[in-house]
């Protein structure tokens, strides 16, 4: 048995044995290492009878680097945990790291790489929509599976990709909702950075707050790494919003925060109610707690979740990588990816991609840092969505969170 | 010409070499993932060799050549979308029939813009015509005015980061950010099989050897040597009676034409084109390409391509985190150890094995040698001191501005 040879401590391993996705699967996981690697994968992907091969692709070199990091360390833990734990049906993960170097072109000849050359059985990687609508047609072509972490504008429902970030319906409207019922907010300023997501993301939320009842008082485009925000700043002022609506993305967002202080915009005042969309602990780290002190962020995850789960999430995190880590939204959904594949293939009884898809709607984990989540049938996750209130050391409060999961919905009618 | 004549054995035997190497032993030797980003890389190629003729001949340094592979590249993957995006393949949009992304951005018919690109035989006019257009109006605007060197190349860089604003910023009608992705078929043709990308290398390569060829003739011709004479004494030219700015405008705009195959080869064998390759910062990688290729050789060039992206390749695939580190070393070798690029140092290795008396057939590619160790800066700077040198040497006194310019007077 494969669970012999780990290092955990007793104690932790049994914990981690615990969070077992369900008894039946953890029965496959003992049997698995008696099937044979030709039973379990038909296809040549790269199994054999001691292991399976992966594939991690994000950015660790360019502007994206920053932001990427924090997904490859989280499924480098995931796969260290899974290993652990005896592997995935009894082989170890291993995993091919490649570097899309912030560059489409590049997402696209490693995914291919990762397909063609070295077989992995998943690929957990991409963060930017560009990268994802790159790498797209060679995952289809090729009947790979990826992973995908990050929150994005939907619009997309691929076989080959299971989304484990929020899409733009899940995070949007009960944020709006919330804004709407608790501050009695009337009038909405939508501030983003130039391109789809957040124009999307704008889309359904301007169409929500009609919905509402509720006004739209401005609309406002940056292009990415834009940094001189005053003038619509002052549009801002002009306006008085009871809402700033903001999805800035990347470095844009230091400039952002620091300019909106400075010009004199108190948001711990809430007049008018910073919420967005797109700032989670790592780009505080960047913006400075001061400068975001008092705004709103609606996702799905924050660092400061008071459950089991995360606790040990964020201990386990630090002991990996340090303890000056800050944990943010994406990097919890990456998290989930090897969890989630593992779900799936103990399920399937096999590393077929074409088993594993299969396999995926229905998979549960009720070890999510998050909280409960389940695969819905097309591909995203049904999650909960929060709010959080950003404080000073660069952590999010929790002030609220719906009841029940979000169902993921990429194609919302009435919304496009 | 009588100098054409005595080196031209000399060029089919360079030629002969990249042919046996691109067409049969890589073709051998790689598999198909291989080959077909051989066959990206050699796309690249036509940019480096615009570069040569504009560059390292012309003295013109454009760092904006990503425009016009862009242009090139976004006019083939405007057909390809348009022929993917049939109503069935797009029923589950508002709009059936248009590009996904127009879409999403609310666009319910498709832009008079993208109507052209329906026939294919527009596209391939557009290919071509578009860029050069672009270029013509650049070269006009610039070079009547007499705008050169260091300005102009900080012109071209502008225009390539508007370029790309531009096209991220009207993501309606052009993908924005994300580019136009997801091209599967050409007339009917799924270009995304291995046995499709194969065939594709292969046009590459008949299309990089008719771009040679080109390039060839145009060095070779009085018009390469005028060029010659341009960079180096830009007012002997003009005294001469030369226009000046025409000869610019006219190498420029063969620079954008070769660039802009390269991208609409680029699109069909990666299958989607994006903003990240119009920027600057690609523009400034295909000028390093072709400085570690040598930037006055053509063949050379199209070595540096491959050189320079074999390197990138498989150091990030063996060192995702330190790649970088490694490229950098690679580039700053190059400029430290060979200035004058692969083509330098192939020159000066086939010089030990011939006598002195053969000097002046040696190098066919390097219509001037120069002994300049900064390879960046020659084409920027005065160059009365190199003219001086020159000569004083007989053997390639023939390629160099005051022999240009004798012919000329003569």
Redesign the interface.
């Known amino acids: 048995m494969k669970n012999r040879t780990n290092r955990l401590p007793d104690r932790r391993r049994r914990t981690l044995l615990s969070q077992l996705i369900g008894a039946s699967f953890g029965i496959t996981a003992l049997l698995g290492s008696s099937l044979h690697a030709a039973d379990v994968n038909t296809t040549g992907l790269a199994v054999t009878d001691d292991t399976v091969t992966v594939g991690i692709l994000h950015s ?2 360019g502007t994206m680097a920053i932001s990427e990091t924090g997904s490859v360390q989280a499924e480098k833990l995931a796969i260290e945990q899974i290993n652990a734990m005896g592997g995935v049906l009894g082989r170890k993960i291993v995993y091919e ?3 899309g ?1 912030s ?4 997402f ?3 995914a ?2 990762l397909l ?2 070295d077989k992995v059985a998943a690929v957990f990687g991409c963060w ?3 990268s994802r ?2 790498v ?2 060679v995952f289809e ?1 090729y009947n790979g599976m990826l992973y995908y972490p990050t929150f994005y ?1 939907g ?1 997309e429902q691929s076989p080959n990709v299971i989304y484990t970030g929020q899409e733009a319906t899940q995070q949007i409207l009960s944020g709006i909702d919330w804004v709407a019922e608790t501050k009695g907010a009337k009038s909405f300023f939508l501030l983003g950075s ?3 997501w957040p ?2 993301s704008n ?1 359904i939320a301007r169409k929500h707050i009609e919905k509402l009842g509720l006004k739209v008082v401005g609309e406002e485009y940056y ?2 790494g834009h940094t001189q925000f005053n003038s619509v700043i002052n549009k801002i002022k002009l306006k008085k919003p009871d809402v700033i609506y903001a999805i800035v993305v990347g470095g844009s967002n230091v400039a952002f925060y620091k300019q909106l202080k400075a010009a004199g915009i108190d948001m711990t005042k809430e007049k008018p109610l910073l919420l967005t969309i797109s700032v989670t602990e790592d780009e505080i780290l960047g913006i400075g707690g001061d400068n975001i002190n008092g705004a709103y962020a609606a996702m799905k995850y924050f660092q400061s979740l008071d459950n089991e789960n995360n606790k040990e999430f964020v201990a386990a995190f630090k002991e990996m990588w340090g303890d000056d880590i800050v944990i943010g939204d994406v990097t919890q959904a990456a998290y989930l990816g090897p969890w989630l594949w593992k779900a799936a293939v103990e399920k399937a009884g096999s590393f077929d991609i074409d088993k594993v898809r299969a396999a995926s709607p229905g998979i549960e984990l009720t070890s999510a840092p998050e909280g409960y989540v389940r695969i819905h049938e097309n591909h995203h996750l049904w999650s909960k969505t929060r709010i959080g209130l950003a404080k000073p050391d660069g952590q999010y409060e929790l002030m609220y969170e719906t009841s029940e999961l979000m169902e993921p919905d990429p ?1 919302p009618k009435g919304y ?1 | 010409m009588n100098f054409a004549n005595t080196v031209s054995w000399r060029h089919m035997l360079s030629m002969a070499c990249l042919l046996l190497l691109l067409a049969i032993v890589l073709p051998i030797t790689l ?3 291989r080959l ?2 051989v066959g ?1 890389y050699l796309t690249y190629a036509f940019v480096a060799i615009g570069l040569v003729l504009c560059w390292g001949m012309g003295g013109i340094l454009s760092l904006g050549q990503g425009v016009f592979f862009g242009l090139g590249g976004y006019c083939m993957a405007m057909f390809l979308k348009l022929e993917s995006s049939t109503p069935e393949a797009t029923a ?1 949009q ?1 709009t059936p029939g248009i590009p ?2 127009m879409d ?3 666009i319910t018919e498709l832009p008079a813009l993208w109507i052209p690109f329906q026939s294919l035989t527009l596209t391939l006019i557009a290919i071509i015509a578009v860029p050069v257009l672009f270029a013509f109006l650049i070269g006009v605007a610039m070079f009547k005015r007499r705008v050169s060197g260091v300005y102009f190349a900080i012109i071209t860089q502008a225009i390539a980061a508007i370029l790309t ?1 531009l096209i ?2 009207q ?1 309606g009608y052009t993908g ?4 136009i ?4 078929t050409f007339m009917g043709w799924d270009i ?1 099989s291995d046995g499709a990308k194969t065939v594709l290398y292969f046009v590459t390569i008949a299309f990089l050897c008719l771009v040679v060829f080109m390039a060839q003739f145009i060095s070779r011709s009085k018009l390469g040597r005028l060029l010659v004479a341009v960079r180096d004494q830009e007012d002997r030219v003009r005294f001469s009676g030369y226009e000046v700015a025409n000869i610019k405008i006219f190498i420029f705009c063969v620079a954008a034409a070769f660039s802009a195959i390269g991208g609409a080869l680029f699109t069909l064998q ?3 084109m ?1 903003p ?2 119009v920027g600057i910062v690609p523009s400034i990688e295909m000028v390093i390409y072709c400085a570690v290729g040598g930037r006055l050789s053509i063949l050379g060039a199209i070595y540096g391509t491959l050189l320079v992206n074999w390197a990138k ?1 498989s150091l ?2 063996s060192f ?2 330190l ?2 580190f490694g490229l950098g070393a690679l580039f700053i070798a190059v400029v430290m150890i060979f200035p004058k690029g692969l083509a330098g140092v192939a020159n000066s290795l086939a010089d030990r094995f011939r006598k002195p008396r053969l000097d002046v057939a040696s190098s066919p590619d390097m219509p001037t040698p120069v002994d300049d160790s900064n390879a960046s800066s020659t084409p920027l700077t005065s160059t009365t001191h190199q003219s001086a040198t020159r000569h004083s040497r007989p053997g390639s006194a023939v390629h160099g501005a005051a022999g240009a310019a004798g012919d000329i007077g003569a």
């Open positions: 660790v070199t790291q490649e570097d170097a560059d489409w072109p590049t696209a000849e490693k291919k790489k063609v050359n930017t929509s560009a609508k790159a797209l047609p072509q504008e619009l130039d391109y789809i124009r999307t889309k292009p990415l194609f496009q | 598999d198909a993932f077909n980003l990206k589950i508002s996904d992304f999403w951005n609310q604003i991220v910023g993501q924005g950010v994300n580019g992705t997801d091209l599967r995304r990666v299958g989607f994006s990240t390759l390749t990030s695939e995702p985190e790649w970088l």
